[in-house]
């Protein structure tokens, strides 16, 4: 089956700039996350979506990222100004669902954004 | 809360020589505990899962990582290294929220692997 697709799989911008970075998760997978992975960090969740509902975003700095998951399916975030320290490789995951039992989530190769 | 501490950000082995990557976790209930690895530019991959069952818990590539209640901890073992397994390895602890499952990722343990 196909894995979880992301592009782009780099971005270079300048602080203030905007960017968006696009998922699309494994098929029939009801679970979409985003987390945030810098550089010597283990991976942070950002967001977890349940179909097109948010499930938990306390974690994301919702005054200047966003995301989206229209239909249930492929999924946007967006980071609007760009700071320094978003420089980051983006992930996106997805699993069958949220709760216990089928809950092995599945990543993409990311998204490396630098922000200079 | 849960949390997971990786005592080591970087092993180094020679090939042929016995892995050992260590992670103590922090749980207020029976955990959920995970190993990913992560070469470079690839996505996250699932090597084991223990979920309160076997307390030895085999993975895939020869690796296997026992839970250990009275030393809260969840080590990752590999009896041979091979090139191959040079990486980055993370331990990972499940946590709840509400009804769903959220993964706590521990800093990381590069796995260097010498010839």
Not at chain 1, 29 to 36: E, I, P, R, S, V
Not at chain 1, 43 to 50: A, E, M, N, T, V
Not at chain 1, 83 to 95: M, Q
Not at chain 2, 24 to 51: D, E, I, M, R
């Amino acid at each position: 089956e196909a894995g979880v697709a992301q592009s782009p799989r780099y971005k270079i911008i300048e602080k203030r700039q905007s960017v968006a970075f696009w998922c699309n998760p494994i098929s029939g997978h009801a679970t979409l996350y985003w987390y945030q992975q810098i550089l010597g960090q283990g991976p942070k969740l950002l967001i977890q979506f349940q179909n097109n509902g948010v499930v938990d975003d306390s974690q994301l700095p919702k005054d200047r990222f966003s995301a989206e998951r229209l239909k249930g399916v492929d999924s946007t975030l967006k980071i609007q100004p760009a700071k320094l320290e978003d420089s980051a490789v983006y992930l996106c995951a997805s699993s069958i669902s949220g709760g216990a039992g089928r809950n092995e989530q599945f990543f993409g190769p990311g998204t490396r954004l630098t922000v200079l | 809360a849960q949390s997971v501490t990786q005592l080591d950000s970087h092993v180094s082995v020679s090939e042929g020589t016995p892995v050992l990557l260590r992670c103590n976790y922090s749980s207020s209930y029976s955990p959920s505990l995970f190993w990913y690895v992560q070469h470079p530019n690839k996505g996250l991959q699932l090597l084991l899962k223990y979920t309160s069952a076997a307390t030895l818990v085999k993975g895939i590539n020869g690796f296997e990582a026992e839970f250990k209640k009275s030393e809260t901890s969840f080590h990752l073992t590999k009896p041979s290294a091979h090139m191959s397994d040079a990486a980055e390895y993370f331990c990972v602890v499940s946590d709840r929220n509400g009804g769903y499952n959220k993964l706590i990722f521990g800093a990381g343990t590069r796995l260097a692997v010498h010839p």
